[in-house]
């Protein structure tokens, strides 16, 4: 598996963090995406390292069409390719507003990363891996896959926070878009729909204290605790190992049962 390389957008912690790691942990060149952060960045490298990968950190704003580039470049020059797109980079709104106050700022705020950012990265990515398909036999192809991180909120309606939740339903039906395209060339496209998971966006004292309610109190979840990004890490890298090797377009939950109806 030493052969193969993934990009990781939003990597420097949390999910993208995990998900770096468990890369390296079946022998992946990682390279690691980040926005801010340089130095959490260097962190993950490091324990891609340790795991058994190789890493490269790449500063790029996802949201920003002109950086993606960026990403791709790094892939090719420093490890000859890409097999595995890990969509993860995302953002939450600023404010939770009421869906009847929220504003066009914060609407193309969360779309231009979180939708927007993850189609046109997908783009870029899946034409260079269509042109690595094209140039290999296929007796000898490596398996290459795109796996974009959702959420349930892609299913479930957070009317304090609209704009997240349209994003994340729009990845969706990116996943079955792309997994349709794609198919002619051995390129498997997936959705990991993660459920309430310890990150910072959920570490907010109110966030945290109503979703523990929900999930110790109310009843929400048939697996009652919360995720960890080594939850959303497994299902990535049992993807990545080759598992599902005639599935595509597939969600895979990682919430907990959540999207069972039970009376």
Request: with cysteine; charged share 15%.
């Given at each position: 598996?030493n052969?193969?390389?993934?990009?990781?957008?939003?990597?420097?912690?949390?999910?993208?963090?995990?998900?770096?790691?468990?890369?390296?942990?079946?022998?992946?060149?990682?390279?690691?995406?980040?926005?801010?952060?340089?130095?959490?960045?260097?962190?993950?490298?490091?324990?891609?390292?340790?795991?058994?990968?190789?890493?490269?950190?790449?500063?790029?704003?996802?949201?920003?069409?002109?950086?993606?580039?960026?990403?791709?470049?790094?892939?090719?020059?420093?490890?000859?390719?890409?097999?595995?797109?890990?969509?993860?980079?995302?953002?939450?709104?600023?404010?939770?507003?009421?869906?009847?106050?929220?504003?066009?700022?914060?609407?193309?705020?969360?779309?231009?990363?979180?939708?927007?950012g993850?189609?046109?990265?997908?783009?870029?990515?899946?034409?260079?891996m269509?042109?690595?398909?094209q140039?290999?036999?296929?007796?000898?192809?490596?398996?290459?896959?795109?796996?974009?991180?959702?959420?349930?909120?892609?299913?479930?309606?957070?009317?304090?926070?609209?704009?997240?939740?349209?994003?994340?339903?729009?990845?969706?039906?990116?996943?079955?878009?792309?997994a349709?395209?794609l198919?002619?060339?051995?390129?498997?496209?997936?959705?990991?729909?993660?459920?309430?998971?310890?990150?910072?966006?959920?570490?907010?004292?109110?966030?945290k204290?109503?979703?523990?309610r929900?999930?110790?109190?109310?009843?929400?979840?048939?697996?009652?605790?919360?995720?960890?990004?080594?939850?959303?890490?497994?299902?990535?890298?049992?993807?990545?190992?080759?598992?599902?090797?005639?599935?595509?377009?597939?969600?895979?939950?990682?919430?907990?049962?959540f999207?069972?109806?039970?009376?």
């Open positions: 598996m052969q193969c390389t993934a990009i990781v957008t939003g990597a420097s912690r949390g999910i993208g963090r995990a998900i770096a790691v468990a890369l390296g942990g079946l022998g992946y060149n990682v390279v690691i995406n980040y926005h801010v952060n340089e130095e959490a960045a260097r962190q993950t490298a490091q324990q891609v390292q340790q795991a058994g990968g190789q890493a490269e950190i790449v500063p790029a704003d996802i949201g920003n069409l002109a950086d993606h580039h960026r990403l791709l470049d790094a892939a090719v020059q420093k490890f000859r390719g890409v097999h595995l797109l890990v969509n993860n980079a995302g953002v939450a709104p600023k404010i939770r507003a009421d869906l009847l106050e929220v504003n066009p700022e914060s609407f193309d705020d969360v779309l231009d990363t979180n939708l927007k993850t189609f046109f990265c997908t783009q870029l990515v899946a034409k260079h269509i042109a690595q398909a140039a290999e036999s296929p007796d000898t192809r490596p398996p290459r896959s795109i796996i974009t991180i959702s959420s349930i909120s892609a299913q479930a309606a957070s009317v304090n926070r609209g704009e997240y939740c349209i994003a994340k339903a729009g990845l969706a039906m990116l996943t079955k878009l792309f349709v395209r198919a002619e060339y051995g390129i498997n496209v997936f959705e990991i729909r993660p459920g309430i998971i310890t990150t910072d966006m959920t570490s907010d004292a109110q966030v204290a109503k979703y523990d929900l999930i110790f109190e109310g009843n929400l979840l048939p697996v009652p605790r919360w995720g960890t990004p080594a939850d959303v890490a497994r299902a990535v890298a049992a993807i990545a190992g080759g598992m599902f090797p005639y599935s595509t377009g597939q969600v895979f939950e990682v919430a907990g049962g999207h069972i109806s039970s009376l």
